[in-house]
Nanobody, 132 residues
């Protein structure tokens, strides 16, 4: 049974930082693509960042978080992280960890995006709230 468990969510002031973690059981992160999604109330779930370690550490970031968020992966610990800096109120959402095949990770071209249906495994989510 594959289990993805997020942690590290909470409250922060605008301009502050939070670090999310995703621990995997029954799954090896190095085997495929790992990603972070988020969903605010009444809005669609959107891709935030992804990483494919076997692809030379290829990463992807949504334009809304580029330069502020950093995704990383510790294969030895089977854990993926999302470092969130310079937080904004619009970052408030439930953040989900997800895993999928290598092709789930965007190539980083101009038209690249993260497709939810490409990710087969999901965590339960962790709440992030940013106040102004």
């Amino acid at each position: 049974q594959v289990q993805l468990v997020e942690s590290g969510g909470g409250s922060a002031q605008a301009g502050g930082s939070l670090r999310l973690s995703c621990a995997a059981s029954g799954y090896t992160y190095s085997s495929g693509c790992m990603g972070w999604f988020r969903q605010a109330p009444g809005k669609e779930r959107e891709g935030v960042a992804s990483i494919y370690s076997r692809g030379g550490g290829r990463t992807y970031y949504a334009d809304s978080v580029k330069g502020r968020f950093t995704i990383s992966e510790d294969n030895a610990e089977n854990t993926v992280y999302l470092q969130m800096n310079s937080l904004k109120p619009e970052d408030t959402a439930v953040y989900y960890c997800a895993a999928g095949p290598p092709f789930s990770c965007p190539l980083g071209t101009d038209g690249a995006t993260m497709w939810r249906n490409n990710f087969g495994y999901w965590g339960q989510g962790t709440q992030v709230t940013v106040s102004s």
